[in-house]
């Protein structure tokens, strides 16, 4: 099967310093993947490189989104061709009210209006609309703001960064809704899913939202990849460095 998005033997650099070493990773369309890994392993480094943040520099291998090399390409050329994220902690952006933006998005494609009040209510983000983009919202709040402009978006391949932290156990039930939305191509075909990214540290959204493989990665390097299901089992139970033995010996890789 051809790869949606295709991370070819890639290192990356933040400051002169080399953050993601060798890595290499494909990520049929329709699949979602989960990525795994101890804090400062470079989990976030790996999504913002795959975004375009001009910070990470590729230094070495190609980045094919769709068949096409897109190394060269900025944040604004990716999102165009449908790469789109929900960050770990996306900045406030003062004298920028969230319903802008959300208007914004309707006027860049007008098909987005007949959903835009569902999902604001699906996001029980009513009252932030008229409130500066996350200027003073809990981490809760900020996650499903961060969900619901990608919903009104659907971007053909989304990354979330680490969807289920800062979030208690009513509001994961809202944010598992819309991460499952974000992921199913057509409603009234729950199976047909876009491809996808899901970052997270203690695999809570995978309770949620089924993810078709796990890739764990530690300091920089992707280490190993398996049944997300017996991956997150091994990690709760004996950590990461177990987990990474067991992938190694084979027994619970795919
Ligand atoms: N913009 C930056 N400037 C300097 N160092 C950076 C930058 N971005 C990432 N790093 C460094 O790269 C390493 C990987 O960080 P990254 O945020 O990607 O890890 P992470 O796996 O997402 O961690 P966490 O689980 O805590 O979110 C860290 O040592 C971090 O300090
Ligand atoms: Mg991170």
Avoid: W
Wanted: aromatic share 4%; proline share 4%.
């Amino acid at each position: 099967m051809t790869a949606l998005l295709e991370l070819r033997d890639i290192c990356v650099e933040v400051d002169n310093k080399e953050i993601l070493h060798n890595i290499n990773l494909a990520i049929p369309d329709g699949e979602v993947h989960a990525l795994l890994g101890p804090n400062g392993s470079g989990k976030t480094s790996l999504m913002m490189t795959v975004m375009g943040f001009s910070e990470y520099k590729v230094t070495k291998g190609q980045i094919v989104f769709n068949g096409q090399d897109i190394n060269e390409l900025d944040i604004t050329e990716r999102a165009q061709m449908g790469i789109g994220v929900g960050q770990q902690r996306p900045p406030t952006i003062s004298g920028v009210k969230l319903g802008q933006i959300l208007d914004f998005a309707v006027s860049v494609d007008p098909r987005r209006n007949s959903k835009a009040d569902e999902l604001i209510d699906l996001a029980e983000m009513k009252a932030f609309i008229r409130r500066d983009v996350n200027d003073g919202l809990s981490g809760g709040e900020i996650k499903r703001s961060e969900l619901l402009q990608l919903l009104i978006t659907q971007p053909r391949f989304a990354m979330l960064d680490e969807p289920d932290s800062g979030v208690d156990i009513d509001a994961m039930e809202v944010v598992g809704s819309m991460v499952n939305m974000l992921f199913t191509k057509d409603m009234k075909h729950p199976a047909k899913r876009r491809a996808g990214l899901l970052i997270t540290h203690t695999g809570q959204i995978l309770d949620y939202v089924r993810a078709d493989k796990a890739h764990i990665m530690i300091e920089g390097h992707l280490v190993g990849s398996g049944n997300p299901d017996l991956i997150l089992e091994t990690i709760i139970q004996s950590g990461y460095k177990a987990c990474v033995r067991c992938l190694r010996e084979r027994s619970i890789s795919q």
